[in-house]
C-alpha cells in the first residue's frame, strides 16, 4: 500500500537560513509527487510537483525538491527561508490516479 | 486559481442534525473530491466524483454522502452529524479531464459538531 512519511512535525528556523523538509514514500513504481504548502486557515497551495523527467524540480516561492528513487524520498529546500514562508508543508503521493496520499504534514516556524 | 468556492466557509451545528457543503467550481473540470483534514492525519478522501451523477467513496465516507447534479457543484451531506465530524473539509478539482491531473484545492470549510 502506498504511504507518505513526513518525519519532522514541527520545524523552527530563522529568516535567512536554509531549509529542508523531508517526506518518504513508499509506493512500488515509480509515483506522482507533490508538495502542498497550506497557510492558517487557507487552502492548499500547489509548491511543486514531479511526474517524469529531471529529478530536480523547481517550484514557486523559491521552493525546489529531489526525487531519488534510492532513498524512496522527495525532500523539499529553499535556499533563504522568508518570514512569509512560516506555515505547513504536505508531501502526497500518487500512483497517476486520483487516489493522492498525504503525509501529515510538517509545520513550519521562521525566527525573525 | 483553479476557480473553487465553498460555502459556508465556518458551520456550528448539533449533534444529530444534517449538514449540507457546497463546492462550487467554474472551469468545467471533470473530477471532484471532497477531503476532510485533521491533526495528525493529513488529508483524507471522504468520496470522489467522475461526473455529473456518477460518485465513489473514499477511505472515509462513512456517514456522509455527495451529489453532482451539475458539473459544476459537488455537494457534500453529513446526514447526521457526530462530533467526530468536527473538522475542516476542502473541496479539491482535477485540472483538465483526467484523474491524473493535477489537484488544486478549494478554501475549506471549517465545521463544528456540538
Known amino acids: 500500500a502506498q504511504s507518505v512519511t513526513q518525519p519532522d512535525i514541527h520545524i523552527t528556523v530563522s529568516e535567512g537560513a536554509s531549509l529542508e523538509l523531508r517526506c518518504n514514500y513508499s509506493y512500488g513504481a515509480t509515483p506522482y509527487l507533490f508538495w502542498y504548502v497550506q497557510s492558517p486557515g487557507q487552502g492548499l497551495q500547489l509548491l511543486l510537483k514531479?511526474?517524469?523527467?529531471?529529478?530536480l524540480v523547481q517550484g514557486i516561492k523559491g521552493f525546489e525538491a529531489e526525487f531519488k528513487r534510492s532513498q524512496s524520498s522527495f525532500n523539499l529546500r529553499k535556499p533563504s527561508v522568508h518570514w512569509s514562508d512560516a506555515a505547513e508543508y504536505f508531501c502526497a503521493v500518487s500512483s497517476g490516479t486520483y487516489k493522492y496520499i498525504f503525509g501529515t504534514g510538517t509545520r513550519l516556524k521562521v525566527l525573525a | 486559481d483553479a476557480g473553487i468556492t465553498q460555502s459556508p466557509r465556518h458551520k456550528v451545528t448539533e449533534t444529530g442534525t444534517p449538514v449540507t457543503l457546497r463546492c462550487h467550481q467554474t472551469?468545467?473540470?471533470?473530477?471532484m473530491y471532497w477531503y476532510r483534514q485533521d491533526p495528525g492525519h493529513g488529508l483524507r478522501l471522504i468520496h470522489y466524483?467522475?461526473?455529473?451523477?456518477?460518485?465513489d467513496k473514499g477511505e472515509v465516507s462513512d456517514g456522509y454522502s455527495v451529489s453532482r447534479s451539475k458539473t459544476e457543484d459537488f455537494l457534500l451531506t453529513l446526514e447526521s452529524a457526530t462530533s467526530s465530524q468536527t473538522s475542516v473539509y476542502f473541496c479539491?478539482?482535477?485540472?483538465?479531464?483526467?484523474?491524473?491531473?493535477?489537484?488544486?484545492f478549494g478554501p475549506g470549510t471549517r465545521l463544528l459538531v456540538l
Open positions: 466524483s467522475y461526473g455529473v451523477k456518477d460518485t
Open positions: 479539491a478539482i482535477s485540472e483538465g479531464q483526467e484523474s491524473s491531473e493535477t489537484q488544486y
Open positions: 514531479y511526474f517524469s523527467g529531471d529529478t
Open positions: 472551469e468545467n473540470h471533470r473530477y
